[in-house]
């Protein structure tokens, strides 16, 4: 079987890393394509993990829409399929990317396997576009690798063949005790360097991280007022990696620039990210992957979201849905600063590591 794996952004190289380590493992042959959705952020990731692409699109450009974005990954996605012939396309999640490359795959005939299938909100707006391109996805998945029961619950009442789906836990998960391995090892760089540096880690960190597109305007400039009201504890620091989108990265410096217990960094790069991730007390953030990370390290996530795809977390009480209610996110963070161990006893509903391996364990098995 000839596979190739295609991705463009931070998030779905991390979660595809540890499937190429494990393909590359088994000593089965695949092809990686990178459409370079996220360009400085997805490179980062690669060569963290020791992965060099097969066909590198580089479409990126600034500020660009989803309709560019789209027509760019449609029409070289079809100049890759004219030259070489694949039996199988993995993609993830829930990217342009994602959806565009299933699609380009389909109209190839190719069979297409859809890696953390089943996530859900039904709300189309909400995430948006992720929520529209992990239905679409779904809808032309030949396989569907759920990474929870529930995910799997989600696509069996949209009538996906039982036999087609598979429930294997995240590879998030796998990928961050890969890092976590790697740190404990003694990997360091100049990031965390700087960041032992510049942060008073007796205090508790708190950790904010946004880059929605639903929460852009008021969504985070009230985030902000919260921000502005917790930075008054005295026992805390705030830790705040700021997204490079303009509408994120405008309103955050203009607002929180300056005060001294709250630090702006540019985005961090993934193991420096892990790092600081495993000393956080706590997170306040709208990524889906932080989410399924922090449980791994006792670390409750404060979700600036009205609705999340990831209930599995809200359920076991690693997670927090707030939105972006300015007091809401206040009350919340001071709840859980002011209590201790506030995750004990809980375990991360989203896997335990051995997602990658059981997905190339499927794909060494099935006939196309």
Known sequence: MKILICFGTRPEAIKMAPICLALAKEKIAFKLCVTAQHREMLDQVLTFFGIIPDYDLDIMQPNQSLNK???KILLKMDGIFEKENFDMVLVHGDTTTSSLVALSAFHRKIKVSHVEAGLRTYNKLSPFP??????????I???HFAPTVKAKQNLLKEQVNETKIIVTGNTVIDALLIAK???DSGFNNVFIDDLKQKIDFKKKIVLITGHRRESFGE???????AVLEIAKRDDVEIVYPVHLNPNVKSVVNTRLFGVKNIHLLEPLN???FVWLMSKSNLIISDSGGIQEEAPTFKIPVIVTRDITERAEGIKEGCSFLVGTNTSSIINKA?????????LKGVI?????GDASKLIVDFLQSVDV
């Open 348 to 352: 991360n509903p989203y896997g335990k």
């Open 130 to 139: 992720e929520e529209l391109n992990r239905q679409i996805t779904g809808r």
């Open 270 to 272: 993934y193991p420096s």
């Open 334 to 342: 001071d709840d859980l600063l002011n209590t201790s161990d506030p």
């Open 181 to 183: 391995d790697k740190l």
């Open 69 to 71: 974005l789209s027509s």
């Open 141 to 143: 998945a030949d396989f």
């Open 219 to 225: 969504g985070f400039e009230n985030l902000c007022d």
